[in-house]
């Protein structure tokens, strides 16, 4: 098996409720983005219930869901009135009112995962101090909070330097590039100071970005997806190729690296663990997110069980599925298009088409682009539609 750490979960004398009792249940996702959307999709094919609670009214998942509360995800009151109507709460997005969660942990709420492994995670460099704590390895680190101190850290870890944004970073927004120290001023304002909190990265020349999705039981067994390669365009992931074309030590590496860095969080369900493999056969963790993501989407069509099915089997006590690929390969390919107006759909549907024509390609067409601007406030970049083709032959 592609897998690694393919031990089945088993729910054998477990208290957890019956599989009989799970359309009966309300799963409460903070956030209805396209990952809310496909684990909605996910959810009416078990006949489990999906609430969400998101501000936009025409959110992704909104045509999907059992039930829309309109609110924010950053607001504590909303989390806790949303909460009412769930038996057990997860996120689609981390960054959400991971106070609001805790407090309502103490009061018995359940939270999948818990609370305290989404205020470590939303935070990145408070994610990094923990893996360091759990000696993952990773690229050099530091908080920077003065001009003299990003440049000490110059010093140190040389050029380019990588400063990153502690809090609300996606997309690569959030990060910056310094070449040079004359560069370190106007790369702090373009995050917007240091009053955001930022801290900078050692340069990690790697030679491919990796994925592991790794999945954990209410009851603590952990399931692991075969690891997929990542190819970014402008810090947006556009390739996802599965299995990863490396040697099979490296995939055992970075599967353990991954594993390990999940077992270090509390709660049940789908991570993602974004690596990087260096020239020098290292694996080092870039970040974690604590919820299915871009890297997994290929697993709808590709594995047995998809990341999505797999979320839901874990928060409601379910036994976890087998995450083994059902074909030898698959590519998931994602369309970015930029601020090109109608020429940027033409091109979409151009290639729509062509999909079509692929036998095995899956099209998922998942955000409206008017809608990714409200949701990001941006028109920089959008994100036209997603693309997913299995590439069957043997
Ligand atoms: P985001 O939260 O936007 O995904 P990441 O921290 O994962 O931000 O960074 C986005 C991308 O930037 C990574 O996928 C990788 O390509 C690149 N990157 C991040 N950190 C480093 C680093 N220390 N050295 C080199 N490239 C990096
Ligand atoms: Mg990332």
């Known amino acids: 098996r592609a897998g690694a750490s393919m031990e089945p979960a088993s729910t054998e004398g477990q208290s957890d409720p019956p599989v009989r009792g799970v359309a009966d249940r309300v799963v409460g996702v903070l956030g209805g983005g396209q990952l809310g959307k496909m684990l909605c999709q996910a959810a009416s094919q078990m006949g489990i219930k999906v609430a969400i609670l998101d501000p936009l009214k025409d959110c992704p998942a909104n045509s999907v869901c059992h039930e829309h509360v309109v609110g924010s995800f950053n607001d504590g009151v909303a989390v806790r009135e949303f909460a009412k109507r769930c038996d057990v709460l997860t996120v689609e997005i981390e960054h959400v009112d991971a106070v609001a969660l805790e407090k309502l942990e103490k009061q018995g709420v359940v939270c999948e995962p818990k609370a305290s492994a989404i205020t470590i995670i939303q935070d990145k460099y408070r994610q990094k101090g923990h893996f360091s704590k759990f000696g993952i390895p990773m690229a050099d680190f530091v908080e920077v909070d003065t001009l003299s101190s990003i440049e000490k850290a110059g010093e140190i870890?040389?050029?380019?330097?990588?400063v990153k944004s502690k809090r609300l970073a996606y997309d690569g927004r959030g990060n910056a590039v310094a070449h040079d120290k004359n560069e370190l001023s106007s790369?702090?304002?373009?995050?917007?100071?240091?009053?955001?909190?930022?801290?900078?990265?050692?340069w990690t020349p790697f030679a491919k970005e990796l994925s592991v999705?790794?999945?954990?039981?209410?009851?603590?067994?952990?399931?692991?997806?075969?690891?997929?390669?990542?190819?970014?365009?402008?810090?947006?992931?556009?390739?996802?190729?599965?299995?990863a074309q490396i040697p099979e030590k490296m995939k055992k590496l970075a599967t353990s690296v991954a594993e390990?860095?999940?077992?270090?969080?509390?709660?049940?369900?789908?991570?993602?663990?974004?690596?990087f493999l260096t020239n020098d056969n290292q694996v080092l963790l870039n970040e974690v997110a604590p919820r299915p993501h871009n890297s997994g989407h290929h697993t709808i069509e590709a594995c047995y069980t998809s990341q999505y099915e797999q979320h839901l089997r874990a928060i409601l006590g379910l036994p976890l599925g087998d995450p083994a690929m059902k074909a030898p390969a698959a590519i998931m390919y994602n369309i970015l298009g930029e601020d090109e107006g109608d020429s940027g759909f033409?091109?979409?549907?151009?290639?729509?088409?062509?999909?079509?024509?692929?036998?095995?390609?899956?099209?998922?067409?998942?955000?409206?682009?008017?809608?990714?601007?409200?949701?990001?406030?941006?028109?920089?970049?959008?994100?036209?539609?997603q693309l997913w083709g299995l590439l069957c032959s043997m």
């Open 187 to 202: 790369v702090v304002s373009s995050l917007g100071g240091f009053e955001h909190g930022l801290y900078v990265e050692r």
């Open 213 to 243: 999705i790794v999945a954990r039981s209410r009851d603590g067994c952990t399931v692991c997806y075969p690891v997929v390669e990542t190819i970014h365009k402008d810090n947006i992931c556009h390739l996802v190729e599965a299995p």
């Open 157 to 162: 870890f040389g050029y380019p330097l990588m």
């Open 260 to 275: 390990k860095a999940i077992k270090s969080l509390e709660g049940a369900g789908v991570f993602a663990v974004e690596l």
């Open 346 to 385: 033409v091109l979409a549907h151009q290639l729509i088409k062509r999909a079509l024509n692929i036998p095995g390609a899956s099209v998922h067409w998942y955000a409206k682009p008017e809608l990714f601007f409200q949701r990001f406030g941006s028109k920089e970049r959008w994100v036209i539609l």
